[in-house]
C-alpha cells in the first residue's frame, strides 16, 4: 500500500491540536502557543519578517505579537480542512484574527494560514506554519478587507 492509496487516518487528534492552539491564543498564553509547534518549526507570518526558524525565534516573534494587543483578542478559524496519515498531516483554514489596542481600538482581518503536522513522541505538533494575507499585484496593497 503506497502513501497515495493509504487510508487516511481521524483528524480527530489534528482538531485537538488545533483547538488548544486556538484556546492559548485567545488566553494570550505565550508558553501554552509555543508547546504546540515542534522544536525546528519553519514558520512563514504575515508580518515582520520573512520566515522564523525554530521555536524560540517563533516564541519572540508571538511574543511581540501578543503584546501588541493590549486588550481582548479574536482568533477564529473558518473552513478548516486537515489530514493524516503516518506521521505526517497537513491543514489549512482561513483565520479572522483581531486585537484590541490600548486605546481599545479593535484592528482585524482575514488570513490565509496552512500547517504542516508531524507526530512527535505520540504527539502532533506544527512542524510548519504559514499566514498570508493576498495582495494586489498592481499597487503592492495588502487586501485586507476581504472577506470568505
Not at 44 to 71: I, N, P, S
Not at 91 to 118: I, M, N, P
Request: net charge negative; charged share 25%.
Amino acid at each position: 500500500m503506497t502513501a497515495a492509496t493509504a487510508p487516511r487516518e481521524s483528524t480527530t487528534p489534528l482538531r485537538d491540536l488545533l483547538d488548544s492552539w486556538v484556546k492559548a491564543n485567545l488566553a494570550k498564553d505565550l508558553d501554552a502557543i509555543v508547546s504546540h509547534y515542534s522544536a525546528d518549526v519553519l514558520a512563514f507570518d504575515a508580518v515582520m519578517q520573512l520566515q522564523f526558524k525554530g521555536r524560540e525565534a517563533y516564541r519572540a516573534h508571538w511574543k511581540v505579537c501578543l503584546d501588541m494587543c493590549a486588550g481582548p483578542t479574536t482568533f477564529e478559524v473558518n473552513e478548516l480542512e486537515q489530514e493524516a496519515n503516518g506521521e505526517l498531516g497537513f491543514g489549512h483554514f482561513l483565520c479572522y484574527c483581531a486585537g484590541t489596542d490600548a486605546e481599545g481600538k479593535s484592528q482585524g482581518c482575514w488570513l490565509r494560514v496552512s500547517q504542516g503536522y508531524r507526530r512527535e513522541g505520540g504527539r502532533w505538533l506544527i512542524a510548519h506554519e504559514h499566514f498570508s494575507v493576498p495582495f494586489d499585484p498592481e499597487n503592492g496593497q495588502a487586501l485586507f478587507e476581504l472577506k470568505p
